[in-house]
């Protein structure tokens, strides 16, 4: 079902997750990825409601997609790994390939930005694990 207990819930979680830990992180390592801006793109004013909506979205697929990918088996070690395989695809390779392809940032920023997001999708997949076990 596309709007069931355990996807609402999941969601929800994933969101909040997906939304706060990044802004903590970009906020709290700032100082120290900014030697490895090139061409500074960031808003003046970011617009939270805007960020929200992507981060919903964004949130509602990869419980989707891992609620489909999982079989319904819901174990801690299989939301790891799909959050492991989501990041390499989302984090790790478009990070590879916009470092191929523009000169907005240093490597370095795409091997710790890699990194981090890497880490923050398997943690987002051992909560929705963990989140749709206890709802189903």
């Not at 355990?6 to 909040?16: D, E, H, K, Q």
């Not at 920023?109 to 051992?126: E, P, Q």
Request: net charge positive; with cysteine.
């Amino acid at each position: 079902m596309m709007f069931s207990k355990s996807i609402l819930l999941s969601t929800l979680v994933a969101f909040l997750y997906f939304y706060f830990v990044p802004w903590g992180f970009y906020t709290f390592a700032a100082e120290c990825l900014q030697e490895y801006v090139l061409i500074p793109t960031m808003r003046e004013n970011i617009m939270p409601g805007v960020l929200a909506i992507g981060v919903l979205l964004m949130s509602f697929a990869f419980v989707h997609i891992f609620q489909r990918w999982s079989g319904g088996v819901y174990f801690n070690k299989r939301g790891f790994y799909f959050g492991f395989w989501f990041a390499l695809f989302e984090a790790v390779a478009i990070g590879i390939i916009r470092y191929a392809t523009t000169e907005i940032v240093a490597a370095q920023y795409y091997v710790l930005d890699g990194i981090f997001w890497t880490a923050m999708y398997s943690v987002g997949g051992v909560l929705v694990a963990i989140v749709f076990r206890k709802t189903s």
